[in-house]
């Protein structure tokens, strides 16, 4: 058996259309999986890229939105990756704000959580989940406050499913993507102080790719990493390492 090989196996990325979740689609297809392309854009371009490819129409405006996508079709491999930052300083952030990225990058991510376990669970079969976390799930960060407290909130989440759920066949673990060159970092990467500041801390000398962070979700949904569980697994060119 080929410890990293995915075939076999069906696959569901959240936020697939575009960014590391593109990226995470793509490498899980390459590694033998069928994969849904999950999105509230949509996913056909990524889909377009895969051999064994569906999409899916799944906006967490609602977080409960998934409750029904693991009946549909038996799905072995969870990754939860769509996200959202809103930022301005603590003393205007708005409620707003704070429900808007709560919402999607946990509240959802826990009830989806819920309904791929519920459904693995009734068919007495193993699963895998893999959770995007950030540097912000260890760092505070600044004028980020719900995209901070959500991403602790995810790395804790990770740890307490693992609990739960180990025993029962599900393994659950995170990645901490570093700085990431993708449409949510395209800012940063334009201004050349912030880039440079940036690339002066990264051991690795580069700012990670999609891809990066992408074969390292691979490996969290193989057999290679059955007896991994709870891990938050830093994929930031050593950044935290400073
Ligand atoms: P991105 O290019 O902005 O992609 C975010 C994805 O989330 C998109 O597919 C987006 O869909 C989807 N999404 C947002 N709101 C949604 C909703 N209500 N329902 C369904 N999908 C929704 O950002 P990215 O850099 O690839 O980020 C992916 C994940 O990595 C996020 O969880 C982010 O926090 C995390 N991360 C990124 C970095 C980095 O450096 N890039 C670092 C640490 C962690 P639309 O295209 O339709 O908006």
Redesign the pocket.
Known sequence: MNAFSLAGKTALV??????????IAVALGRAGAHVVC????SCDDTAAMIDKAEVLN????DPM?ARDAFDARPVDILV??????RRADSVDFTETDWDAVM???LK?VFFTCQAFAKAVFARKARGKIVN?????SFQGGIRVPS?TAS?HGIAGLTKLLCNEWAARGITVNAI??????????QALRADPDRNKAILDRIPAGR??R?ED?AETAVYLSAPASDYVNGAVLNVDGGWLAR
Request: aromatic share 8%; net charge negative; hydrophobic share 40%.
């Open positions: 959240t936020g697939a259309n575009t960014g590391i979740g593109q990226a999950a999105g509230r854009s799944l906006d967490f405006a939105a939860n990756n769509a996200g959202i930052i919402d999607v990058n959802a995007i976390a950030s540097l912000l995209y991403k901490a993507p570093g700085y990431i060159e993708t449409n949510n970092t700012w990670g999609p962070i």
